[in-house]
């Protein structure tokens, strides 16, 4: 039996990161620093900022210290950056001791996938773990209250193809296990149906029931990205991440016509790589009469200035409306 819709949750909006990532041109700060804001007074109150990663994979985030410094110190509001490996977890102490505000650190990207792993982090699973191992207890020391590990391709993986669900409980266990506060479940090829992630989050949450644990990141390459989330609503899933526009995916691989690291070829051929689109979501679950504390009109007039920034037209159903 499906459980009764929440009365609240959390959208955390990573345009800035997973959004800006995918982008083949350099965003300039004060763009997104007038994003963060803009996004602030909508109501969004948990952001995902940008990572630590070196410049020479993603120069997108060559100015992660000016953003971070842009952004106002606020204690309702909660900024999100990633740390992959151990020298950006150092960065994160570093900026810390300049007073800078980070909440919460993505420092493992543990995709069930083995050549997915390999694509994106160059490290073996059993390498992953035990980086992120020390990672957590680094940063826990730092003062970071919230430590949180991606669990990537637990539905199929754009490389390998399919991926026993299995691999994905056995993940969350080992994820816990090593002192992970939280875990996003992520879906980057987009080919979960919602009766999967029905199945899936009833499972993980019958084991781990505290909602505040878990998040949903899911690429909606294939359209089914809003069916998902509201079946991972109906298991109990109270934090869903988004993008304004639906832009993201994998880190781009050139920026301002130079060619750069990356992480190789693209994936997808496909237009559409990015996340749930920001304010299609908050207009669906405001609708539906769950409280978000976003306004769906100024969440909109982002969108249609981000498509005068980025100079293109953006996947929205509801942000010209």
């Known amino acids: 039996m499906k459980r009764p819709l929440p009365g609240k949750v959390d959208i955390i909006d990573v345009t800035l990161r997973d959004g800006f990532q995918h982008e083949e041109m350099f965003v300039p700060t004060e763009a997104k620093l007038w994003i963060a804001e803009r996004l602030m007074e909508a109501g969004f109150r948990r952001i995902e900022v940008g990572t630590f990663s070196h410049i020479k994979y993603v120069p997108q985030f060559k100015d992660i210290l000016e953003v971070l410094k842009g952004l106002p110190k606020r204690e309702d509001v909660e900024y999100t950056v990633l740390a992959l490996n151990t020298k950006a977890c150092e960065r994160v102490a570093a900026a810390l001791e300049e007073g800078i505000q980070i909440d919460r650190v993505l420092c493992g990207q543990l995709a069930t996938s083995e050549a997915y792993a390999r694509k994106n982090m160059n490290r073996t699973h059993e390498e992953l773990f035990n980086e992120a191992e020390k990672n ?146 908050v207009s669906m679950v405001n609708a539906m009469g769950i409280d978000t504390g976003i306004d769906e009109k100024k969440c909109g007039v982002i969108t249609q200035m981000m498509e005068r920034i980025l100079g293109r037209t953006l996947h929205s159903f509801t942000a010209a409306i």
């Open 136 to 281: 957590i207890k680094f940063l826990h020391s730092l003062g970071i209250k919230k430590v949180f590990g991606n669990i990537g391709t637990i539905f199929g993986c754009p490389i390998q193809g399919e991926i026993p669900i299995e691999k994905a409980y056995e993940f969350v266990d080992r994820a816990f296990d090593i002192g992970f506060d939280e875990i996003e479940h992520s879906d980057p090829d987009g080919i979960a149906d919602p009766e999967t992630v029905y199945r899936y989050f009833s499972h993980v949450l019958q084991k781990y029931p505290d909602a505040s644990m878990h998040s949903f990141h899911v690429h909606d390459i294939r359209g089914m990205g809003m069916a998902s989330y509201c079946a991972a609503m109906e298991a109990g899933v109270r934090t869903f991440d988004c993008s304004l526009g639906g832009i993201g995916g994998q880190v781009a691989n050139i920026v301002d016509s130079v060619p750069v690291k990356g992480i190789g070829a693209y994936y997808f051929d496909t237009e559409r790589t990015g996340l749930v689109e920001t304010c299609d979501f």
